[in-house]
Nanobody
Framework: QVQLVESGGGLVQPGGSLRLSCAASMKIFSVKAMGWYRQAPGKQRELVASITSGDSTNYADSVKGRFTISRDSAKNTPFLQMNSLKSEDTAVYYC?????????????WGQGTQVTVSS
């Protein structure tokens, strides 16, 4: 079973930038899409951005124009460039990969990385 590990989180001031990466324990095949989700305290996990194997992207309205998702096509893992960060971006960010299995699709999740935006 492939495992995902996020990195790049941390403490940043409002207006600052961070770049999140997602490392896989092995090469991932048959990827349908990958993305980043986040969960703030007391809130549900929400989609931040996603990218398909065909490079179609989708963003939450709250991050459009500030965040950019991209992928490592060789490793099939996503990156998330976050600019103009706001306090409301504070959350645990999770990497997600959706895989086309033989009979069904399934998701693989990372353990999360904390992003804190504060002065």
């Amino acid at each position: 079973q492939v495992q995902l590990v996020e990195s790049g989180g941390g403490l940043v001031q409002p207006g600052g930038s961070l770049r999140l990466s997602c490392a896989a324990s092995m090469k991932i095949f048959s990827v349908k899409a990958m993305g980043w989700y986040r969960q703030a305290p007391g809130k549900q996990r929400e989609l931040v951005a996603s990218i398909t194997s065909g490079d179609s992207t989708n963003y939450a309205d709250s991050v459009k124009g500030r965040f950019t998702i991209s992928r490592d096509s060789a490793k099939n893992t996503p990156f998330l460039q976050m600019n103009s960060l706001k306090s409301e971006d504070t959350a645990v960010y999770y990497c997600n990969v959706r895989i086309r299995g033989t009979y069904y699709e399934y998701d693989v999740w990372g353990q999360g990385t904390q992003v804190t935006v504060s002065s």
